[in-house]
Structures are given as structure tokens and as C-alpha cells.
């Protein structure tokens, strides 16, 4: 297959010229990057995996992505892209929970995305990729950021096979603009991160105050699908105290198989350069996902690769986590800051399940 050309000028997506066209000049950072409207890009490979971060910064503002490719881009290809630099909600598991910079523009969103299918992905024209897969679930809360309806337009018209799947921890807003964007882009997914079957347990895990309980999340996922005629799904990061056949039984009451979907994921630690828990957390969700499947879901299971080397899970963002330390000015603390970190670090001795909880 010939090697793929990029496009000569991206577009801005609130005015279709090229990016080199706004008024704002690019700048001039001594490679590329400026192109795609960031001062810096920086690739970051884990080539066993084929797993790759790509790390995106301007003077005020970092942003986070991640490629993976199955056994071969062509057949299928995930890119998780930031909405936010940092986020507001705080959870306790992901590396951006404890500080909070800015949402993204929807050419920062966009632009992500672009850069990676344009140059990282051997060559390949995406348009050619079997199945693609862009999220948002880098970074930040993608329902926060009403860009991002802009950025799924552009998205939509660059690659229109690719589906475009949201992955939201179910902020209280007016959803009637989600609603609408999925009817609009009939390629976007809706997935909300449940990750426990108890509001109390849930409250402990993501602190944002002014989020939807588990039976609004309900709700709304029967009007999308009422609206939309797809089906949302769940996910739930299994770890040894929400595994029990209850913790099942309550999601099924919560999220009718008939209607919803499953993701069970494996839980990355958030520390950098700590060795990850993987084959016990993994055992875990392959458990989880056997009692979800009995009780009528489809289950997927998310077991992220490149978790010690390059901090492959979406949530991790080490060198996120290293741009704010570096830059302490520009980060606000987020609700989460200064709580405990959820899901305890595996350089503690684990003699059982137990000694998981926290
Ligand atoms: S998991 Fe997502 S919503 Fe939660 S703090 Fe991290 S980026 Fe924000």
C-alpha cells in the first residue's frame, strides 16, 4: 500500500480555513507541531505493545493521548484524546484527579486526534482502517466541554467510519445537547464510568458533587437509547471489594441487559514507575465480566498494555503528572486533591483481596 499523505492544511473547525490562516500566527517551535496548533508534541513508544502516548503542550496547557493498535493499525486502531488539561472531577484512581487547568478547544481536541492518525500509525491512510475507535477518555471530562460538539462534527466529517465514543462519569447538566450531537453524528457511543454498584462507594471513588446518582445514570442511558436507538454501556474498574455477586445483582437491577452494555476494566495505578498489579487486578475483572456475562450482558474487558513501561492505561497521564509538577502555577486543585488516592499502590504487601480495599 503506498504510504499516506497527509493533507497539506488542517482546517479550524469553527471557520473551515486552514489552521496556518488564523489570526492567531502559529508558533515557531523548530518542527511540525505548530502545524496541528501546539507548541510541543512529544511520542513516547512502547513498539511490543504497539501502544503509544503522544504528550501535547502549549505555554499554558498540557493534553495527553493515547494509540494503541491491535496486530495491525489497519485492522484496528484506538486513539484516546483529552477534552480538558487536568480535570475538575477528581477521581481518586486517575492520574489528572488532583488539578485542573482548562477545557480544550475544539481544535486542541480535534487536532490530537489528527496529528496521530497523520503521523503515527506507520504510514498507514486512515481512512483505510477497518475499525476505528476515538474517545474521549484521555483526559478531562469530555460532557464538561461543550466543544466538543464541534470537535465531533470535524472528527465525523475527517473519518466518517470512525465511531466516536464518549466516555463520561455522568456530570448534572443538561443533556439535551448530548441528545441532540448523538442524533446529529450517528457514529457517537455513550459510555458512562459507573466503576461501583453503590452511590456511597462511588461518591468515595469520583468526589465531583454535582454528578448524577447511579439511577440517574440510568435514566438517562434509556433516553439516549430511547433517542438515539444504540445502546449505552457501563464501565466498572473491578478491584477486591465491588466483585461480590451483590455488586452484580445491583448493576443488573440498575442497567437491564436488554438495553445496556458492560465494560469491565482492569485498574492501571496512577504512580508513575510503580510496578502495576495487573495479573491480580486482571484476575479480578475476568472474574467480574463471568458474573455480568451469566447474568445476560455483553461484556468487554479493557486491560490496557504498556501499563509499566510508557503508562499505557488512558487514566495514568505520568507525563501529565509531570507537567504539572513542573508547572505548579498554572494548576488548580480539583475537589480530589488531598484525598486519599483510590486502589493502593502494588509496592504494598497484598496477601489478599483485602488488603486492596482502602
Ligand atoms: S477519570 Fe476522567 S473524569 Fe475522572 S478525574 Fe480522570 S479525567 Fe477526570
Known amino acids: 500500500m503506498a504510504p499516506y499523505a497527509a493533507p497539506q492544511h488542517q482546517v479550524d473547525i469553527d471557520s473551515h480555513r486552514p489552521i496556518m490562516s488564523l489570526s492567531t500566527p502559529p508558533r515557531n517551535c523548530g518542527d511540525h507541531a505548530s502545524t496541528y496548533h501546539w507548541d510541543t508534541i512529544r511520542e513516547f513508544a512502547d513498539p511490543t505493545e ?4 503522544l504528550v501535547f503542550t502549549q505555554s499554558d496547557c498540557v493534553a495527553e493521548s493515547t494509540l494503541y493498535g491491535s496486530r495491525s493499525y489497519e485492522e484496528h486502531t ?3 484524546c483529552s477534552t480538558m488539561s487536568g480535570c475538575p472531577i477528581g477521581c481518586r484512581f486517575c492520574g489528572s ?3 485542573f487547568i482548562r477545557k480544550l478547544s475544539a481544535s486542541e481536541i480535534v487536532s490530537q486526534a489528527q496529528y496521530i492518525l497523520e503521523n503515527c500509525i506507520d504510514g498507514i491512510d486512515p481512512t483505510c482502517i477497518q475499525k476505528l475507535d476515538i474517545r474521549v477518555m484521555s483526559m478531562g471530562e469530555p460532557l464538561l466541554n461543550t466543544s466538543l460538539w464541534q470537535a465531533f462534527h470535524y472528527l465525523h466529517a475527517l473519518y ?3 465511531t466516536l465514543q464518549i466516555s463520561t462519569s455522568a456530570p448534572d447538566i443538561d443533556w439535551s445537547w448530548v441528545l441532540d450531537m448523538s442524533v446529529a453524528i450517528p457514529s457517537v457511543a455513550l459510555q458512562f464510568s459507573v466503576h461501583e454498584s453503590t452511590n456511597q462507594a462511588r461518591d ?3 468526589p465531583f458533587k454535582r454528578k448524577l446518582s447511579l439511577e440517574g445514570i440510568a435514566d438517562i442511558g434509556i433516553a439516549w437509547h430511547r433517542t438515539t436507538g444504540r445502546r449505552p454501556s457501563f464501565n466498572y474498574c473491578a478491584h ?3 466483585v461480590d455477586q451483590a455488586d452484580a445483582d445491583r448493576l443488573t437491577g440498575l442497567f437491564p441487559p436488554a438495553i445496556w452494555d458492560a465494560t469491565v476494566s482492569v485498574i492501571c495505578e496512577r504512580n ?3 510496578r502495576a498489579h495487573n495479573q491480580h487486578q486482571h484476575i479480578l475483572a475476568l472474574d ?8 445476560g450482558f455483553k461484556v468487554r474487558i479493557e486491560n490496557p498494555p504498556a501499563v509499566e513501561t510508557i503508562g499505557g492505561g488512558c487514566g495514568q497521564l505520568w507525563f501529565v503528572q509531570e507537567w504539572m509538577r513542573a508547572h505548579p502555577s498554572l494548576v488548580r486543585r480539583s475537589v480530589g486533591n488531598s484525598l486519599p488516592a483510590r486502589h493502593p499502590s502494588p509496592s504494598r504487601s497484598v496477601q489478599s483481596a483485602a488488603d486492596l480495599c482502602v
Not at 504497539?50 to 502516548?53: A, E, L, M, S
Not at 467480574?288 to 447474568?295: D, G, H, I
Request: aromatic share 10%; charged share 25%; net charge positive.
Open 50 to 53: 504497539r501502544v503509544k502516548k
Open 97 to 99: 484527579g488532583d488539578f
Open 160 to 162: 466518517p467510519h470512525a
Open 240 to 242: 477486591g471489594c465491588n
Open 272 to 274: 508513575e514507575f510503580q
Open 78 to 80: 484506538i486513539v484516546c
Open 288 to 295: 467480574f465480566s463471568s458474573k455480568l456475562a451469566s447474568r
Open 204 to 206: 468515595a471513588l469520583i
